[in-house]
Nanobody, 125 residues
Framework: QVQLVDSGGGLVQAGGSLRLSCAAS????????TAWFRRAPGKEREFVAL????????FYADSVEGRFTISRDNAKNTVYLQMDSLKPDDTAVYYC??????????????????WGQGTQVTVSA
């Protein structure tokens, strides 16, 4: 089992930036994909971005492509989500998640077994 702790959320004005962090512990060697999801008020949890264990592969939701960047530092067992040009629509609780399922890119919540506790991001207009 992998334990995840996500952090870095806060309140920012539209156009601003935040960097989220996801620190992993436990059986981190079993992780194939690490992803960020978010849940906005009144909406379902949705995929944001993911990165492979080596960092060689990344994938983004259309809504954040070109504004968000996912990266990792395996020496620190930490995955980051750099969020630039933030919009009020980005307001949500952000969760990191880990999947041990190999193969194709995994963007569904059901494919992730380990989750962080969530960190609130609020973007004011």
């Amino acid at each position: 089992q992998v334990q995840l702790v996500d952090s870095g959320g806060g309140l920012v004005q539209a156009g601003g930036s935040l960097r989220l962090s996801c620190a992993a512990s436990g059986r981190t060697s079993s992780t194939v994909w690490t992803a960020w999801f978010r849940r906005a008020p009144g909406k379902e949890r949705e995929f944001v971005a993911l990165i492979s264990q080596t960092g060689a592969a990344t994938f983004y939701a259309d809504s954040v492509e070109g504004r968000f960047t996912i990266s990792r530092d395996n020496a620190k067992n930490t995955v980051y989500l750099q969020m630039d040009s933030l919009k009020p629509d980005d307001t949500a609780v952000y969760y990191c998640a880990a999947s041990a399922k190999p193969g194709i890119v995994r963007t569904r919540t059901t494919e992730y077994a380990s989750w962080g506790q969530g960190t609130q991001v609020t973007v004011s207009a």
